[in-house]
């Protein structure tokens, strides 16, 4: 397969296109590549032998941003296979065939269907074949081969960069290195100059140069002054095509500013200074300030003053303020009018950072004269010390001196002083001070171990001119007195075992004391000797502020005594000395071998009986069990008594009036609150039951007597209608309709009936008079069986 290209455009490519060519003419105008040569004779094997190729030109140039209406010819692809006659195919595949680069399958005729940037691909790879058009078999092997895009002089140098800032110290030497600055050409740089680019200065001259090749930004002035000009704005423009005209070019800012250097000594703006200080001036207190100019910033304008000499060196000091670079002149020592009124004083500002460099234009320091005038004032008075401290003994009785505070009239009049105290606090209400002495007493008993020191304000005025008043602090410490008997530091759990062998101790004890140290440090421990010897421990002091308690028995047994009481003597060492008695609780308790503590309880009796900690444990679990089984049996024994039926009547004398409760299933049976249902039973018996139980009737009913002989043959349809007359005609019913069911069941016999029903109208002698006392819950059944009558409303 032969490959020729036209895109030949500079000279270089021009020779290639030339070679190529003239090469192609020796050999009827193709680049061949040979294919595999297969032969097929009868009788014989085929045969693979190794492709021979020719020359191969495999690269293809296509110009980059190509705007012409036609896509772009890039080459041609030619097989030694094609006769012309359409029989070969051309298959172009790889990056960008079909969309960017298109192939006529029959001339193998390539061309570039968009504009390309070189910028974003320099080259593409493809693969071309040639196929015969019948059989779809490839002639040859593939091919590869690249199209390059060629550049052409399409981007501006940029700088990435900018802009640019940038500092270089005043006074520097002409020449100095500022800044490099780089632009960047998207441009191809091995072809030709469209990636070349040179620097030059736009803006920024005579004071900055800048080297065309490198980029490299330089001072051009010598002692360029940062008091003169501080900020210097500088373009820099890079062109490409080495410069030449038709280049394209892109510019930045560089801002470069001068830092300072020491160049400037610092200069006071007068050589003389007046300053007035009144007398009253407190010490420590800034009475004024002064301040050197220096035309310098930051650490180069830094200043230290001092005081160089002068009459009031001792009296007045000075100091720098690092922010304002000011000299502080503060008050040492009082200043009295009457001693000294007027100071001459020598201030020297000088700078703290020097640069020998430029030392030549020195000395960097300045020195000016302040002279201070002291101004008379009434002060108040001034007491003899800054402050005060008393003592005094706590206990002591109101009305004691503490001590005497002292103050003067400092001015040459001398007024008289009056003293009071500062009742701000509470504290200060504790003391009393005598007005004229300035004595200080107490106004209250004081109790050491409450409070130790107590801190108060004593004010003294002139009588003259009361406004002025000056104050004191005074501290008093209230003193210790031995007013606090010793005790146990602690409350001592002591455990002895019984195997405790003679001599041994069972704990050591302390004490403590709220008095001071020097009333109540040293401690003596001793049994009580108001009691008789004690045959079981004896006590031993250490001499140390602690006692050890022994025992001096062979063995205790918590059978005969568990607990034992021993009395403890404590007294202090403080004059005079005092004393308290505590009581040690001693428990007595089993032990292992190794003295750790088993038991000190109950059960350690039940030990001693044979009993270890399992039996316990499976006593007590039976134990458990059985209250489980005895509560189990009272549950079913409640709830069986509960499943029991009730009888009906509990009684002969339980007589319910017209509530009977029936098990059965019936529907009519329960309707007996209008009526009585034994007279539904037994129409007989209906001539007993004068009117309804529950309520009084206000009439009477009609008359139903009747001989007893007419009774055994009366007529059921007589005693309904009897009924209904009576309901129709009693104004206690209900004002609504009733259903009444009759189920007489014939006449009795002659045995009698045995049911509770006709209980209900037998008349019984018991007075039910007292459920009237039963209070308001009992008042409707007093009312139907007492004599009480209904409240009735009308």
């Not at 094609?82 to 029959?106: H, N, P, Q, R, W």
């Not at 110290?169 to 100059?193: I, W």
């Not at 060492?573 to 309880?601: N, Q, Y």
């Not at 189990?632 to 024994?637: E, R």
Request: with cysteine; net charge negative; charged share 25%.
């Amino acid at each position: 397969m032969r490959i020729t290209s036209t895109s030949c455009i500079c000279p270089v490519l021009v020779c290639l296109c030339f070679v190529q060519r003239c090469y192609g003419a020796a050999h009827h105008g193709s680049i061949k590549v040979t294919r595999n040569q297969t032969k097929h004779i009868e009788g014989e094997t085929e045969v693979h032998h190794r492709p021979k190729r020719g020359w191969v030109w495999n690269q293809f140039f296509v110009l980059e941003e190509h705007m012409g209406p036609d896509p772009q010819y890039v080459g041609k692809l030619h097989s030694n296979s094609d006769k012309g006659d359409g029989s070969v195919k051309y298959i172009l595949t790889g990056e960008g065939a079909g969309t960017i680069f298109i192939i006529d399958d029959t001339t193998g005729d390539i061309h570039s269907t968009k504009s390309l940037d070189r910028e974003q691909k320099t080259h593409y790879v493809l693969h071309a074949q040639a196929i015969d058009r019948r059989t779809n078999k490839p002639l040859e092997p593939e091919s590869e081969f690249i199209i390059k895009v060629q550049d052409i002089n399409d981007n501006a140098p940029k700088f990435t960069d900018g802009p640019y800032i940038v500092t270089v110290p005043e006074m520097s030497e002409m020449g100095t290195s500022v800044l490099q600055v780089t632009a960047t050409d998207a441009d191809d740089p091995t072809y030709g100059n469209s990636a070349r680019v040179v620097y030059s200065i736009l803006q920024g001259q005579p004071y900055f140069s800048v080297d065309p090749k490198t980029g490299v930004i330089r001072t051009a002035l010598h002692n360029m002054d940062r008091e003169a000009r501080e900020h210097y704005s500088v373009v820099i423009q890079a062109k490409d095509m080495a410069g030449q005209v038709g280049g394209l070019s892109g510019s930045t800012t560089v801002n470069i500013t001068l830092t300072d250097v020491n160049d400037n000594p610092p200069r006071f703006p007068q050589k003389h200074y007046q300053l007035y200080v009144p007398e009253s001036a407190q010490v420590g207190s800034a009475v004024g300030k002064i301040k050197a100019n220096d035309a310098d910033t930051g650490s180069n304008a830094d200043m230290k003053y001092t005081i160089i000499n002068g009459n009031g060196s001792g009296v007045f000091s000075i100091t720098t303020d690092k922010e304002t670079r000011e000299g502080i002149l503060s008050l040492k020592k009082p200043l009295n009018y009457e001693k000294k009124k007027s100071y001459t004083l020598n201030i020297e500002g000088a700078n703290t950072h020097l640069d020998f460099r430029f030392s030549h234009l020195g000395p960097f320091k300045d020195v000016t004269m302040l002279k201070v005038i002291v101004g008379d004032v009434d002060e108040p008075p001034l007491f003899t010390m800054p402050f005060y401290v008393m003592e005094v003994y706590e206990n002591a009785k109101i009305g004691t001196p503490v001590g005497t505070v002292t103050a003067h009239d400092p001015d040459a009049a001398n007024s008289l002083v009056r003293y009071f105290i500062d009742h701000n606090t509470e504290e200060d209400r504790y003391f009393t001070i005598d007005a004229s002495t300035g004595t200080i007493k107490t106004a209250k008993i004081f109790d050491r171990e409450e409070t130790p020191w107590y801190n108060i304000t004593v004010a003294a005025s002139e009588i003259d001119n009361p406004g002025l008043v000056s104050h004191v602090p005074v501290g008093v410490r209230i003193l210790d007195v031995n007013d606090n008997p010793p005790e146990l530091a602690r409350d001592y759990d002591v455990v002895i075992c019984e195997n405790t062998k003679p001599g041994q101790v069972i704990q050591t004890i302390t004490a403590t004391d709220k008095d001071d140290s020097a009333n109540g440090a040293r401690f003596h421990f001793s049994l009580d000797e108001g009691l008789s010897l004690n045959p079981n421990f004896t006590l031993r002091n250490n001499e140390d502020n602690t006692a050890s308690i022994l025992t001096k028995r062979r063995r205790y047994s918590r059978t005969s005594q568990d607990i034992y009481y021993l009395p403890v003597l404590i007294s202090d060492g403080g004059m005079p000395p005092l004393s308290s008695s505590s009581t040690l609780t001693i428990r007595v308790c089993a032990c292992e071998r190794d003295g750790r503590v088993r038991t000190c309880h109950a059960e350690a009796l039940l030990s001693s009986a044979g009993l270890s900690t399992g039996a316990l444990i499976a006593i007590l679990l039976c134990i458990v069990i059985l209250l489980v089984f005895s509560l189990a049996i009272v549950v079913l024994f409640i709830t069986l008594r509960r499943s029991k039926k009730e009888p009906l009547i509990i009684s002969e004398e339980d007589v319910r009036e017209n509530v009977v409760a029936y098990d059965d299933e019936g529907g009519g049976e329960e309707d007996t609150e209008a009526f009585d249902i034994t007279a539904l039973r037994n129409p007989s018996a209906a001539e007993e039951l004068k009117y309804r139980r529950d309520v009084h009737p206000e009439v009477k009913p009609l008359s139903r007597h009747h001989p007893s002989s007419s009774l055994d043959s009366i007529d059921v349809q007589e005693f309904l209608n009897q009924r209904l007359a009576e309901a129709d005609l009693d104004p206690s019913v209900p004002p609504y309709d009733s259903l009444q069911t009759y189920a007489y069941e014939g006449h009795r016999s002659e045995g009698g009936s045995i049911s509770s029903l006709d209980s209900a109208t037998t008349h019984s002698d018991q007075d039910y008079n007292y459920l009237g006392d039963w209070g308001p819950e009992f008042k409707k059944l007093a009312e139907l069986y007492g004599e009480v009558e209904p409240e009735r409303t009308t």
